[in-house]
């Protein structure tokens, strides 16, 4: 079973330009989540997708990053403009049938992309 | 605001030593996950506890869970270089039947030294 893609694993640009990182989760996974790690920190929630719908994108910056899951599968997180205080790595995640539902399973987690932003 | 702390931030331990990495939180919560990062790498999942007194088992590994003292602990027994990595927990507190949200530690850095 191919895991959760992300692209590109590698960003860096200048602040107050634009970026975007792309997800695709496990295969048949209704739930996606974006999360944000700054370095020594533990993973941060910033959006959570069911389906094609938000569930959760209470710690969002909205002013500057947006997210969107067409169709239910692949997602989409944008910066613009960026601040030298977004560099950090950015770790999908996906999950199937919930855990008090009866699933098994919990997150998957994507290698990440890490962005430098100077 | 849900806060969840992990002691210690870094350990460093002798190969064959047993240890205990500790994780408190600050709220209700009955379900609670560790997961462990390599250098570089993603996060991987290790366990999920689900109730009060849980307790779960894998290799060199054991995890517990008391919700009543807001405490978990991650007990590593006779350690080996392999389980060198960062350790997570992360507490779920959705309030609703659903899709868990999680909140993070602060991570343990664990170095296991020859």
């Known amino acids: 079973e191919a895991g959760v893609a992300q692209s590109p694993r590698y960003k860096i640009i200048e602040k107050r330009q634009s970026v975007a990182f792309w997800c695709n989760p496990i295969s048949g996974h209704a739930t996606l989540y974006w999360y944000q790690q700054i370095l020594g920190q533990g993973p941060k929630l910033l959006i959570q997708f069911q389906n094609n719908g938000v569930v959760d994108d209470s710690q969002l910056p909205k002013d500057r990053f947006s997210a969107e899951r067409l169709k239910g599968v692949d997602s989409t997180l944008k910066i613009q403009p960026a601040k030298l205080e977004d560099s950090a790595v950015y770790l999908c995640?996906?999950?199937?049938?919930?855990?008090?539902?009866?699933?098994?399973?919990?997150?998957?987690f994507g290698p990440g992309t890490r962005l430098l932003v100077l | 605001e849900l806060k969840v702390e992990q002691n210690p931030l870094f350990l460093s331990m002798q190969e064959g030593k047993n240890y205990t990495i500790y994780c408190n939180y600050s709220t209700t919560s009955d379900r609670l996950y560790w997961y462990r990062q390599d250098p570089g790498k993603s996060l991987e999942s290790l366990f999920v506890?689900?109730?009060?007194?849980a307790v779960k088992q894998e290799g060199r590994l054991m995890a517990s869970l008391d919700t009543k003292a807001r405490l978990s602990t991650l007990h590593i027994t006779a350690a080996v270089h392999d389980l060198s990595a960062t350790y997570f927990c992360?507490?779920?507190?959705?309030?609703?039947?659903?899709?868990?949200?999680?909140?993070f530690g602060t991570g343990t850095r664990l170095t296991i030294i020859p």
């Open positions: 995640a996906s999950s199937s049938t919930p855990l008090l539902a009866g699933g098994k399973e919990t997150q998957y």
């Open positions: 506890l689900l109730s009060n007194g």
């Open positions: 992360a507490v779920d507190i959705r309030p609703y039947f659903g899709n868990e949200k999680l909140t």
